[in-house]
């Protein structure tokens, strides 16, 4: 019944930019922290970055802070991961998911492909 579609990915040059969007159904949106988190090939699923329910705090890990920017448009059920600078390590599939309140991430997307070339 839950569902959360993520789209926006594609394959781009070091450098460039994307962003990709996350879309929820089936849940009370406004009430779930939503995180980002990729996986690339042969490793295992990491954290990116979350946002709160009401979009005041963010948080990122070392490796994409300056570069990411997560945002949530609570009307539209969509959660943003603006994705600057991009770099090769950066190519893996990412996922969005929800959490509610301080729980672990309870619902997951399906993915979407993000490939940086050199």
């Known amino acids: 019944q839950v569902q959360l579609v993520e789209s926006g990915g594609g394959l781009v040059q070091a450098g460039d930019s994307l962003r990709l969007s996350c879309t929820a159904s089936?849940?009370?949106?406004?009430?779930?922290?939503m995180g980002w988190f990729r996986q690339a090939p042969g490793k295992e699923r990491e954290f990116v970055g979350s946002i709160t329910r009401n979009g005041g705090t963010t948080s990122y890990a070392d490796s994409v802070k300056g570069r990411f920017t997560a945002s949530r448009d609570n009307a539209k059920k969509t959660v943003y991961l603006q994705m600057n600078s991009l770099k090769p390590e950066d190519t893996a599939d990412y996922y969005c998911?929800?959490?509610?309140?301080?729980?672990?991430?309870?619902?997951w997307g399906q993915g979407t492909q993000v490939t940086v070339s050199s």
């Open positions: 998911a929800a959490a509610p309140g301080t729980a672990t991430y309870r619902y």
């Open positions: 089936g849940l009370m949106f406004s009430y779930y922290d």
